[in-house]
Nanobody, 120 residues
Framework: QVQLVESGGGSVQPGGSLSLSCAAS????????MNWYRQAPGKQRDVVAR???????DYADSVKGRFTISRDNAKNTMYLQMSNLKPEDTAVYYC??????????????WGQGTQVTVSS
């Protein structure tokens, strides 16, 4: 019953900004680590940012200083603020999280992805 749904993707020019959201819904008891992954055509899917339940963050070197991950636990929502975007940021961005449904143990869940395109 748990679902992760990304929103906010789109097309932007180099140097621009874009904000992504990931909303978790369903019968959720708790959410531990949440992650943003991205996958460009012909490339592997890589973690770009992660945030723990109490706000500890980590970033891939390629996005440090440009991306900011955050979460609102009351809304079961994670965000990715992307600034100074580069063409190499073009990818499908996926939400991923360790979620504990009511009455169950933790499982790993994925959103469907949202396209981010950075071009002139």
């Amino acid at each position: 019953q748990v679902q992760l749904v990304e929103s906010g993707g789109g097309s932007v020019q180099p140097g621009g900004s874009l904000s992504l959201s990931c909303a978790a819904s369903g019968s959720i008891f708790s959410i531990n680590t949440m992650n943003w992954y991205r996958q460009a055509p012909g490339k592997q899917r890589d973690v770009v940012a992660r945030i723990g339940s109490r706000g500890t963050t980590d970033y891939a070197d390629s996005v440090k200083g440009r991306f900011t991950i955050s979460r609102d636990n009351a809304k079961n929502t994670m965000y990715l603020q992307m600034s100074n975007l580069k063409p190499e940021d073009t990818a499908v961005y996926y939400c991923n999280a360790d979620v504990r449904p009511y009455g169950m143990g933790y499982g790993n869940y994925w959103g469907q992805g949202t396209q981010v395109t950075v071009s002139s």
